[in-house]
């Protein structure tokens, strides 16, 4: 199974089995409470019906009234300054619902709007973002370097560190804010920071909703925009530094593997129209020379699964390695195909060229004891002297 293939079956089998733990809390931590509150509710509205001696169909009129007031309870939501927050909650996918359109114009320039806006807005938050992580490696590459450490390098660990601690930072002056405008305390302050940042928007805390704050507080309000558009910045970068680096791992890992079936391709066809060309040119004198191509070839497969490079070349990692190998080694293994055969021919006639003889065997390299597997190299006796640095 393909490892793209393996890495989604694996992320919808940890997402579902986070969604089941995560039912499991909420349900042990709120279920009690929230039948403790209805039955708190029932009494209560029991209690007012007696006391003002409502009818039922009285009682269900007055709570849709009430209902209906709870948005206007902040003041007028529609003037230019609440309906740029509004805007701001549609386009950025919050959704506190304290306001919605009530006109059916207004209902389809809504849906219109943000068919339009969330895709301009989630762009525009990524490519920030990516502009701010490379800002801040710059710097951060500038202080390592005036401070004169070794390694000046910045590194992806250096990243998420500072990323996690600006949304952190964020947060925090987020939460002192608005627990001194809004009379929060400063957990709930945090969990609306949160809430808001994150785009959750659950809408049991909404900034500006008391004291007509839309109207009569424009400092606050400036603040509340500035800061919603400012920390959404913050977490985008963040999330651009780490989760997008996985979200794009699918794509090049197809990418790196289309381009590895095209260059074995290609080098495939190369290396059959070599040995065709070999086969044509040399006459088969001796009986042997019929299966020299296949020979070579199998060379070649058996040099291609070890992976190893002749020791006087410089190391390579495994991916890096499985790129470079089938352009190496048709060349070498066409030269010192054309050495085996003048060697057949006539023996030490095969001169030692610097392009076919390898730079490490005046001396026996530390890995040439490395050569398991190797074992038809074993039947061409031009290529021994290659096999010692292998």
């Known amino acids: 199974m393909k490892r793209?293939?393996?890495?989604?079956?694996?992320?919808?089998?940890?997402?579902?089995?986070?969604?089941?733990?995560?039912?499991?809390?909420?349900?042990?931590?709120?279920?009690?409470?929230?039948?403790a509150e209805r039955r708190r509710l029932e009494a209560k509205s029991q209690e007012l019906k007696s006391k003002y001696n409502l009818s039922a169909e009285s009682y269900r009129e007055l709570e849709w009234v009430v209902l209906k007031l709870k948005p206007h309870k902040a003041g007028v939501q529609w003037k230019f300054a609440g309906s740029f927050y509004f805007a701001i909650t549609v386009i950025t996918t919050i959704g506190y619902g304290h306001a919605a359109?009530?006109?059916?114009?207004?209902?389809?320039?809504?849906?219109?709007?943000?068919?339009?806006?969330?895709?301009?807005?989630?762009?525009?938050?990524?490519?920030?973002?990516?502009?701010?992580?490379?800002?801040?490696?710059?710097?951060?590459?500038r202080?390592?370097?005036c401070l004169g450490m070794r390694r000046v390098e910045v590194s992806m660990a250096n990243m998420v560190t500072i990323g996690f601690f600006s949304c952190i930072s964020t947060l925090c002056i987020g939460a002192a804010a608005f627990?001194?405008?809004?009379?929060?305390?400063?957990?709930h302050a945090y969990y609306y920071c949160f809430?808001?940042?994150?785009?959750?928007?659950?809408?049991?805390?909404?900034?500006?909703?008391?004291?007509?704050?839309?109207?009569?507080?424009p400092q606050y309000v400036a603040?509340?925009?500035?800061?919603?558009?400012?920390?959404?910045?913050?977490?985008?970068?963040?999330?651009?530094?780490?989760?997008?680096?996985?979200?794009?791992?699918?794509?090049?890992?197809?990418?790196?593997?289309?381009?590895?079936?095209?260059?074995?391709?290609?080098?495939?066809q190369a290396s059959s129209i070599h040995t065709t060309d070999t086969?044509?040119?040399?006459?088969?004198?001796?009986?042997?020379?019929?299966s020299s191509g296949g020979?070579?070839?199998?060379?070649?497969?058996?040099?291609?699964?070890?992976?190893?490079?002749?020791?006087?070349?410089?190391?390579?990692?495994?991916?890096?390695?499985?790129?470079?190998?089938?352009?190496?080694?048709?060349?070498d293994l066409s030269t010192s195909d054309t050495c085996v055969e003048q060697s057949h021919s006539s023996p030490g006639r095969c001169p030692e060229t610097p392009s076919n003889r390898c730079f490490c065997n005046a001396r026996r390299s530390a890995i040439s004891s490395v050569s398991t597997g190797l074992h038809s190299l074993a039947a061409f006796q031009g290529l021994m002297k290659r096999r010692s640095s292998v």
């Open 223 to 268: 603040f509340s925009f500035v800061y919603i558009l400012t920390g959404l910045t913050v977490i985008g970068a963040f999330l651009n530094l780490v989760v997008l680096r996985f979200m794009t791992m699918n794509a090049e890992d197809e990418k790196r593997d289309a381009e590895h079936r095209a260059l074995l391709t290609r080098n495939g």
């Open 179 to 187: 627990s001194y405008y809004e009379h929060w305390s400063f957990f």
């Open 295 to 331: 020979g070579f070839r199998n060379v070649y497969a058996e040099v291609l699964h070890f992976q190893s490079m002749c020791s006087c070349l410089w190391y390579k990692s495994r991916e890096k390695l499985q790129y470079s190998i089938p352009m190496i080694i048709p060349r």
């Open 195 to 217: 809430i808001t940042l994150t785009t959750i928007g659950f809408g049991d805390y909404v900034a500006l909703q008391k004291d007509e704050a839309l109207q009569n507080k």
């Open 4 to 35: 793209q293939n393996v890495r989604t079956l694996a992320l919808i089998v940890c997402t579902f089995t986070y969604l089941l733990v995560g039912a499991a809390v909420f349900d042990a931590l709120e279920s009690e409470e929230e039948t």
């Open 279 to 290: 086969a044509s040119a040399v006459p088969v004198a001796a009986g042997g020379g019929g």
């Open 101 to 141: 359109p009530s006109t059916d114009g207004g209902k389809v320039f809504c849906m219109v709007y943000a068919l339009l806006g969330i895709p301009l807005t989630l762009v525009m938050f990524q490519s920030l973002g990516e502009r701010i992580n490379t800002f801040v490696k710059y710097l951060l590459h």
């Open 143 to 145: 202080i390592k370097k």
